[in-house]
Structure formats: structure tokens, C-alpha cells
């Protein structure tokens, strides 16, 4: 199953064949029935970003893949601290609806902690894209 995950019209929209399904019906998907997943911006909206990021990942099976994006805080913070961006530009930025905000390098971080390995990173601007798989068990 291609699975993209959507918070109602707010987050990034999944591009490409994925059956969209609301971030908050996950409940729903049988656990490890993913063979890709796009996960987008949406934890982000998230109040507890670590316990929604475990249970988006318990939806990928063995070899499956995922996508996260966002925006990357670092960047940002970089960017207005050298006065790239306005202060406005910055709220829209971090805000716009978002319950919490991460680095590519705190998502890497936790990604790789939950046993995940990365395949591609890359930062455009301030956004950043992963793209991760689930290591089959006896996978090194």
C-alpha cells in the first residue's frame, strides 16, 4: 500500500499515486502494511511530535520507505539571524498552524534511533526532505 498523509487541508498535500488518508484516521491502517509512505509536514501538527513519528512508523513494513518534509528550524533561525528573512517572515515560518517544528538534523536523529536508515537528505531553502526505509530484520 501507498499511503500519503494529509492534516485536513493545512499540511503539504502528497504528490504522486498514494491513497491520501487523514493524519488523524492512522488509526485505522494495519501496523507494517506500507510498502511507502508519505509522511510530508504532518507532524508537524502534531502535539506530541515523537509519539505521532512512532506511530506513522509502525504503519511501514519490513523494506517499506518513507518521506518526511518540512521546514528546517535551524535554517530558518540562521536566516533571520542574519537578516535574510523579516520577523514576519519567520512567524509565518515556524507557525502557520504548526504544533511544533523540527531541524532535518532532529528528524535524522530520531529516525535513526528508531532503527530506520536514510537514504537521502537534502535542504532546499529552509525545507528539508528524507527519505528513509525499515530495514528488514536481519538487515545490517
Known sequence: MKLGLQVGNISEPPVGDYEVVDFNQLQNVHDASCEDIFIGDCLDYSENREQAAA????????????????????????????????????????????????????????????GMKVDTKRVDGVRYCIIFRRPAPNEN
Open 55 to 114: 506511530h506513522v512508523l509502525s504503519k511501514i513494513r519490513y523494506g517499506g520507505k518513507g518521506t518526511i518534509t518540512g521546514i528546517d528550524l535551524l535554517k530558518v533561525c540562521s536566516l533571520r539571524k542574519s537578516f535574510k528573512i523579516s520577523d514576519k517572515e519567520t512567524r509565518e515560518m515556524i507557525y502557520s498552524n504548526r504544533k511544533c517544528i523540527s531541524s532535518m538534523s532532529e528528524s535524522i536523529a530520531y529516525l535513526k534511533q528508531a
